[in-house]
């Protein structure tokens, strides 16, 4: 406290990240970050960008990136709105969107940002709980509501929602937002993006942190129609000109057209994830069906803050929440295969 905070500063509960912490041979399995580094032709494009251009500002509106996200996803550069990484672009949303004389409706179980924009914007929100095996139920967001929000797939669950279910949810709330949080999408699940052609209220939050491997970049994005776009641009333009600068901007560029690097690292993730399902199960944890780039187990009679710690002692770092409901739950990042084999050799050794 400080006599010189505004009000708003004492009443804030900031998200807190997972840690990045200095251990020697650590195994970093708790923030979901990509195990590879990005495809060489992303370095190749920040060496080329990096001279003495940079003493100009970059290009306020990116084009050259919305017009290859377009590309990629088949809408136009219009209906693409980029931030500094999609924390920023979920800013924008929650300020702009969300905000409403009804609540924000989200998941109990979800990433933990959404409450935390949710005080800093002043939003009612009610939250919707997960059924008793930790999925999403559309049905259980037919009740009035401002907007709603949710990721998809889930975090920290990994489980996914099909298609049927978000376009469910889209035409039963035809006055409301519709925010899908896609950034785990990649590694299995359904994308909405092609809900946005006829469904006026779904906007779609993607990011380059995870299945690209660029979280140290800062770039995400957002698809929707027009007037939704239009909204988040007078925010950022209302904040910050030059949210992306022009090292992100042509890094992000050639990430996306380097699609067989893309492909073979996001298909190498899924084979791990299968794998460390199955060592997971054999040594008797409860491991919910992931669709992402993690996995959330637990080992009934083991508490999950002791695993957490018992594998921090031995260089391995994974996520716990100490939350109800999900408080014996790891979630562990899916790693390399020599990091997969580390995380369980050091099961086997707490065991
Ligand atoms: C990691 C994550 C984000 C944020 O990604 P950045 O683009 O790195 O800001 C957003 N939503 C969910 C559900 C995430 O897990």
């Known amino acids: 406290m400080s006599k010189f905070w505004s009000p708003i500063v004492a009443s804030l509960e900031p998200y807190v990240a997972g840690e990045q912490p200095a251990i020697a041979n650590l195994v970093k399995l708790n923030t979901n970050e990509n195990p590879w580094g990005p495809s060489p032709q992303v370095l190749e494009a920040i060496h080329a960008a990096t001279n003495d251009d940079l003493r100009r500002y970059p290009d306020p509106s990116a084009r050259a990136l919305k017009e290859a996200i377009a590309r990629y996803h088949d809408v136009t550069p219009e209906q693409v709105f980029v931030g500094n990484g999609s924390d920023e672009v979920l800013a924008f949303i929650f300020a702009s969107l969300l905000k409403h004389d009804a609540p924000l409706l989200y998941p109990d179980i979800t990433y933990s940002f959404y409450p935390t924009y949710s005080r800093l914007f002043d939003i009612e929100t009610r939250t919707i709980p997960l059924d008793a095996d930790y999925r999403i139920r559309p049905e259980d967001y037919d009740s009035p509501c401002g907007a709603i929000i949710l990721p998809n797939p889930n ?65 995400g994005y957002a698809i929707a129609q027009r007037p939704l776009i239009e909204a988040l641009e007078r925010m950022k333009d209302s904040f910050n000109s030059y949210p992306l600068d022009r090292i992100a901007q042509v890094a992000a560029v050639a990430s996306i057209e380097d699609d067989p690097w893309f492909t073979a690292r996001r298909d190498e993730l899924i084979e791990n994830r299968r794998r460390l399902t199955v060592e997971l199960e054999n040594r008797g944890f409860v491991v919910l069906p992931s669709q992402a780039n993690f996995v959330f187990a637990r080992k009934p009679g083991f508490e999950g803050k002791a695993l957490a710690a018992a594998l921090r002692e031995r260089a391995v770092l994974v996520r716990h929440f100490g939350k109800p409901r999900i408080a014996d739950f790891l979630r562990i990042s899916i790693g390399t295969e020599a990091e997969c084999r580390r995380l369980v050799e050091a099961l086997d050794d707490i065991l």
């Open 155 to 219: 975090a920290p669950t990994g489980i996914g929602l099909p298609l049927g279910d978000i376009e469910r949810l889209a035409s039963a709330h035809p006055d409301e937002v519709v925010a899908v949080d896609e950034a785990y999408v990649d590694f299995g699940g359904a994308t909405a993006i092609p809900l946005v052609a006829t469904n006026e209220n779904v906007i779609v939050i993607r990011t380059f942190s995870k299945s690209r491997s660029l979280a140290g970049l800062r770039v």
